[in-house]
């Protein structure tokens, strides 16, 4: 049975349709999705691998068509035709990939836009919730101001967000809680409530990665980045430094807990609680009121000065 190539060709349109928008949306690739901007991204990563499949396809079955087709027959001793350049073809194979990146730039930047990305105010916002400071220069608040910021918080959300500073240093995440004043190594976040992080690094460059939650921001020595996200499934996520930040930067990793309101409640109270006991007990004195010994001796016990050499000393001093 002879059947028309149009035919043929429109039968393999459909399949490789077919297996590529399948294989886009079932490749397993990603983690579980735990926040509200998660889908943004799974979107134009599944979007991405539809047509990363589908070219696939097409080249590979292009290749193994080419290789069976013109196959050299056997006894046929003679070369191949002499073809040099097809211009339409050139054409077609240079202005598919030009499209497709441009298609792919529009999308990411609209992504990219909508979780805050290219929020002028980001930076302003992360430190509204801070006490005023005197000696410092103001600004204009009416000025756009680009940040190093990502994940605000969709238009219509007027939920006041929980405030956690973030600082990372090698190789450990610490977390504090603005409101609570609470310090810990993992972080703790109530289930559908905005979480505002404002993040920066106490020695060198890392990078703050939440796989199952599709963000990421640098944090930058002197300069403070900004997430905002919101969990939407509780349960224990990793918190993974993605920067290459010295020798033990495969371990610097930590916990994120998502927590249900009560549960989350009775964490802050328990922890209020607790760092509340093991606050310090200390008095300040003047160091007027100090001998010229009590205000040495600390300095002398650190260079390892005991008081047998001291008494040396001053058995030899005239």
Same mark, same amino acid.
């Given at each position: ?7 043929l060709?429109?039968? &393999?349109?459909?399949?490789?349709? &077919?297996?590529?928008?399948w294989?886009?949306? +079932? ?5 579980? &999705?735990?926040? *509200?901007e998660?889908a ?5 990563? +599944?979007?991405?691998?539809t047509?990363?499949?589908?070219l ?9 068509f ?6 050299r027959?056997e ?5 191949g ?19 497709i990146?441009?298609i792919?730039a ?10 805050g990305?290219l929020d002028?105010?980001?930076s302003?916002?992360?430190h509204? #919730?801070k006490?005023?400071?005197? =000696?410092?220069v103001?600004f204009d608040?009416?000025?756009?101001q680009l940040?190093l910021?990502i994940?605000?918080?969709?238009e219509g ?9 973030? +600082? ?10 603005t409101d609570?004043?609470i ?6 976040v109530?289930?559908?409530h905005?979480?505002?992080? +404002?993040? $920066?690094?106490g020695?060198v460059? #890392? ?8 963000i990421k ?7 403070d980045a900004t997430?905002?996200f ?8 990793p ?8 020798a033990? #930067?495969?371990?610097? $990793?930590?916990?994120? #807990?998502?927590?249900?309101d ?8 328990d922890?209020t609680? *607790?760092?509340?006991?093991l ?15 009590e205000?040495?001796?600390?300095y ?5 000065? =005991?008081?047998?050499i001291?008494?040396?000393?001053? &058995?030899?001093?005239p």
């Amino acid at each position: 049975m002879n059947i028309p190539s149009n035919i043929l060709t429109l039968i &393999a349109g459909i399949v490789l349709t &077919a297996v590529s928008l399948w294989y886009g949306q +079932n490749h397993g690739l990603m983690p579980v &999705a735990a926040s *509200a901007e998660a889908a943004q991204v799974d979107g134009i990563f +599944n979007f991405m691998m539809t047509i990363a499949c589908g070219l696939f396809l097409i080249v590979q079955g292009v290749l193994i068509f080419v290789v069976i087709k013109f196959r050299r027959r056997e006894g046929d001793t003679t070369d191949g035709p002499p073809l040099e350049g097809n211009i339409p073809l050139e054409i077609v194979w240079t202005a598919i990939p030009t499209i497709i990146v441009f298609i792919l730039a529009i999308y990411s930047f609209e992504v990219y836009n909508t979780m805050g990305g290219l929020d002028p105010m980001a930076s302003m916002a992360s430190h509204q #919730h801070k006490e005023p400071q005197h =000696n410092l220069v103001a600004f204009d608040t009416n000025q756009s101001q680009l940040s190093l910021g990502i994940g605000t918080p969709p238009e219509g959300n007027h939920e006041t967000p929980i405030y956690v500073e973030v +600082n990372g240093i090698q190789y450990a995440w610490i977390f504090t809680y603005t409101d609570s004043g609470i310090v810990g190594g993992d972080l703790h976040v109530p289930v559908g409530h905005p979480i505002h992080l +404002n993040i $920066k690094a106490g020695d060198v460059i #890392h990078a703050f990665w939440l796989p199952e939650f599709r963000i990421k921001q640098d944090a930058i020595p002197g300069r403070d980045a900004t997430l905002t996200f919101t969990p939407t499934r509780i349960g224990e996520y990793p918190v993974i430094c993605a920067e290459l930040c010295g020798a033990y #930067h495969g371990g610097m $990793k930590t916990v994120l #807990h998502v927590l249900s309101d009560e549960d989350y409640q009775q964490w802050v109270q328990d922890n209020t609680i *607790a760092q509340g006991e093991l606050e310090p007990k200390t008095m300040a004195i003047h160091t007027s009121e100090m001998s010229d010994g009590e205000y040495l001796a600390p300095y002398a016990q650190e260079m390892g000065v =005991n008081p047998e050499i001291i008494a040396q000393l001053k &058995a030899i001093q005239p």
